[in-house]
């Protein structure tokens, strides 16, 4: 390795993997540090038992943005998208089920089962959502302006977003101030009468957040949920060919082929702070790397309080990071299956149900009422249940004949009331799977293995403060320009030469790329070698 290097990643995940791609490109010297045996962080495949590979954290792809996948020739490096079809499927307790497809025709057909007038008014509620999310989405790959402002300079950033909000008719202008701070629930009553199509496309509103679908705020986890898609269909999720492991794979090979180091199994112990600037990285092992930059993929908490020396920082800015909301309410059990689960609702396999993500969450109320629990440190006692099978598009991830399910639950709070997660762990998943049998009978008997992943289990594997898989609450005081922190969410931070690029920075979570993608662009800008 050079002497000193230009840049020192720390963390491999996604967005340290695309901010070393992105300066690799430009000519610098990078070198990625990881404290795992393999890079992507959350987006990993694992062999978690004998040939079953397992997207073990991240489970489906919509959100990577296509500008990053096309600069970094990620197709060339083997990253392939399946769009699930058909999108979802909601079983409900009186035997009825609804299906929502790629072809909006079908989508239509289905709705009307359940009510006229919600499919009249549907192609209406997309295009609405697409109006906004066209507004939201060139953000994405945006600096937030300075705040609070200082100077004319300042203020004249502000005028870039303030422009484009203009453009807005004066209904939208209002329905966007409305959907950063409706509930989700709030938000779908005024669209629809159905609460089997509402609960549905709520779903979206409370995956991976501290509220549920009536809590302010998570109109906008929604829309963040919509503003991807695969191969050019808005609002499409999909199935990365060989897990999400493929999706950092590709990253790495991309950075690598334009110079970047990539080292595994490197743990960085602390940041090095030499004459108030940031000036390398100490590893666990002891061994000292030097950089003129140092950039962290990791969480804000972790950072500024576990690799950095408190007497660095301002005590105002401390308290502000202290007081960072960081804790998860997620939790994913991955399953090794003999067979495919069979429905009450619509018995048969394989059947289109299993393409889907499959719900099991029959009503707002439903899932409100397990919000509820976890908001007073309790495992919820009958969870929001996401389903998924990827094995349907891709079966070289298990043996002939088996299969992979995951599921994605909402809601198992970090810090519990009572007992701890070493203890509850087993017995949750023993609810769930009790859960899963009044609507698929005898679904222990498919199930060969399982892996069960709490909050703690996520924070301990992966290095995410809380389990948190945003890396941090997003919610609006902690979005845009107050994410990590007001006047830190432009990527830099107080240590001259240390800067952001994961997660916990605009514009939040989900295997999108754009934190690591602003955040080399900043560096670029700011570098004077």
């Not at 061994?287 to 500024?304: G, K, M, Y």
């Not at 249940?385 to 349907?392: A, K, M, S, V």
């Amino acid at each position: 390795m050079p002497e000193e290097l230009d840049a020192v990643i720390v963390g491999g995940g996604h967005n340290g993997l695309v901010a070393a791609a992105y300066l690799a490109r430009a000519r610098r010297r990078v070198l990625v540090l990881e404290r795992r045996e393999m890079v992507g962080g959350c987006a990993v495949t694992e062999e978690v038992w004998p040939g079953y590979r397992v997207s073990t954290a991240a489970y489906l792809a919509s959100l990577l943005q296509d500008r990053i996948v096309r600069e970094l020739e990620l197709e060339r490096f083997g990253y392939r998208v399946d769009a699930k079809d058909p999108a979802f499927f909601s079983p409900y307790p009186d035997g009825r089920y609804l299906f929502m497809w790629q072809d909006r025709k079908r989508t239509l057909e289905e709705i009307a089962r359940f009510s006229r007038r919600d499919a009249e008014v549907y192609p209406e509620y997309e295009e609405h959502l697409e109006r906004l999310a066209r507004v939201v989405e060139w953000l994405l790959l945006t600096t937030p302006p300075p705040f609070p402002p200082h100077g004319v300079g300042d203020y004249l950033e502000w005028l870039k977003p303030a422009a484009r909000v203009a453009r807005l008719a004066g209904k939208d202008l209002v329905a966007l101030v409305r959907i950063f701070t409706q509930s989700a629930a709030d938000f779908l009553d005024e669209w629809f009468e159905s609460p089997e199509v509402k609960v549905t496309l709520a779903t979206d509103g409370v995956i991976g957040a501290n509220g549920g679908p009536r809590s302010p705020g998570t109109a906008y986890i929604l829309l963040h949920h919509t503003m991807g898609g695969v191969a050019g269909h808005r609002g499409l999720w999909g199935f990365v060919r060989g897990g999400m492991g493929t999706v950092s794979e590709a990253l790495a090979a991309s950075a690598r082929s334009r110079g970047a180091a990539i080292r595994v199994n490197a743990p960085v112990e602390r940041i090095l702070v030499r004459g108030g600037r940031a000036r390398g990285v100490v590893l666990a092992d002891g061994e000292e790397i030097r950089a003129r930059t140092v950039v962290s993929n990791l969480d804000p908490r972790l950072t500024f309080l576990k690799l950095l020396d408190p007497g660095e920082l301002e005590p105002e800015f401390l308290r502000s990071i202290r007081a960072y909301r960081c804790e998860g309410t997620s939790l994913k059990i991955n399953l090794a299956l003999s067979g495919l689960p069979e429905f009450r609702a619509l018995p048969g396999a394989p059947g289109a149900q299993h393409r889907a993500t499959m719900h099991i969450c029959p009503s707002i109320d439903y899932v409100e009422r397990a919000w509820d629990d976890a908001k007073y440190g309790r495992p919820s006692e009958r969870p929001m249940l996401e389903l998924t099978i990827p094995t349907l598009y891709d079966s070289s991830l298990a043996p002939a004949g088996k299969h992979i399910m995951g599921i994605f639950l909402q809601y198992a709070p970090y810090t519990l009331r009572e007992g701890d997660w070493d203890q509850l762990r087993e017995p949750f998943a023993d609810r769930v799977f009790d859960l899963i049998e009044e609507y698929v009978p005898h679904f222990r008997r498919l199930v060969e293995r399982r892996q069960v992943l709490t909050p703690l289990d996520l924070e301990r594997r992966f290095g995410i403060t809380g389990g948190n898989i945003f890396h941090g609450e997003m919610s609006l005081d902690q979005m845009y320009v107050m994410r990590p922190a007001a006047g830190w969410a432009r990527y830099r931070t107080p240590v001259p030469g240390l800067y952001l690029c994961g997660s916990g920075t605009h514009p939040g979570g989900g295997v999108m790329g754009a934190p690591g993608y602003n955040a080399a662009r900043e560096i670029l800008r700011d570098a004077k070698w």
